[in-house]
């Protein structure tokens, strides 16, 4: 009924910079909240940065002043601009979302996309 599809991961070196997308679609009421969160191996999933339904962003203590967090509400796209990148931001990015889905009644689920990999080389 929902997917949330990403794009935008690769290799970088040390200092450099990626722009990750997700857009969500199907049979979308709504977005509540939306974020990205990254899982490095051995580790758990955790939120980078995320945006509520009101427009009000936050973000990691490790990427603040590093990350920024944007959305274009008419694709329901999420896009983080990932600046001075650094080997431990190496990880599976995974973009998350609360979508109310357009049933009767109304209902809202967590949804995940697929991840995407992102590796800083030194």
């Known amino acids: 009924q929902v997917q949330l599809v990403e794009s935008g991961g690769g290799l970088v070196q040390a200092g450099g910079s990626l722009r990750l997308s997700c857009t969500a679609s199907?049979?979308?009421?709504?977005?509540?909240?939306m974020g990205w969160y990254r899982q490095a191996p051995g580790k758990q999933r955790e939120l980078v940065a995320g945006?509520?339904?009101?427009?009000?962003?936050n973000y990691a203590d490790s990427v603040k002043n590093r990350f920024t967090i944007s959305s274009d509400n008419a694709k329901d796209t999420l896009y983080p601009q990932m600046n001075s990148l650094k080997p431990e931001d190496t990880a599976v990015y995974y973009c998350?979302?609360?979508?109310?889905?357009?049933?009767?009644?109304?209902?809202?689920?967590?949804?995940w996309g697929q991840g995407t990999q992102v590796t800083v080389s030194s």
């Open positions: 945006l509520t339904s009101g427009g009000s962003a």
């Open positions: 199907g049979s979308i009421f709504s977005i509540n909240d």
């Open positions: 998350g979302a609360v979508i109310t889905i357009a049933t009767v009644p109304l209902r809202a689920y967590r949804y």
